[in-house]
């Protein structure tokens, strides 16, 4: 049964790390459309308009591209973070497992069983409790990355409708 389980975490660490690289690999796909906006937006405003657009203009179109680009950036710093110390967990408790079963074999007491499944081993409970730490900041810096592509978005479209009819 505890092999079962530890084959089991085994697939489940593998589930996690894909769905971790599916979602770093969104914030790579934010953080290059905000910097190619962030570059760009300001040659085809220029293009766009018949006024000459330069100072304070361009600051106002770019800088909410940037921030999205910043905030990108941390978050993916922070979700490698995370990914680091939820790949160790899941191999020590893997490790334990395997441990538990090769030193006490078919006697392994029940209390054991329950004592490593509920974390009860400090270096566990501890490593646990850093990936608690990390997973509201990396879902709060997702969220945030992405309301920031979003309204760079809309800003850039409004500011050029704004810019072209006045």
């Known amino acids: 049964v505890l092999e ?11 589930l996690v790390a894909s769905q ?3 979602s770093a690999s969104r914030l790579v796909w934010f953080v290059a459309i905000a910097g190619y906006a962030f570059l760009n937006v300001p040659i085809y405003l220029r293009a766009l308009s018949e006024d000459t657009v330069s100072g304070m203009m361009l600051i106002v179109i770019s800088a909410p591209w ?10 993916h710093w922070i979700q490698g973070e995370l990914t680091s110390k939820d790949n160790q967990c899941y191999a020590k408790r893997i490790e334990n497992l395997y441990a538990l079963i090769m030193t006490e ?62």
């Not at 079962?4 to 593998?14: D, F, G, I, P, V």
């Not at 940037?66 to 978050?75: R, S």
């Not at 007491?109 to 997973?135: F, I, M, P, W």
Request: overall charge negative.
């Open 20 to 22: 971790n690289e599916s």
């Open 66 to 75: 940037a921030l999205t680009a910043v905030f990108g950036v941390i978050t």
């Open 105 to 166: 074999g078919d006697k392994i007491s029940d209390q054991r069983v329950l004592d490593l499944l509920q974390e009860k081993d400090s270096d566990l409970h501890a490593c646990r409790k850093s990936t608690e730490g990390l997973e509201p900041w990396v879902k709060w810096m997702s969220h945030l990355t992405f309301f920031s592509l979003c309204i760079s978005i809309l800003w850039s479209v409004v500011f050029v409708l704004l810019l072209l009819t006045s």
């Open 4 to 14: 079962s389980y530890a084959e089991r975490l085994s697939n489940n660490q593998e």
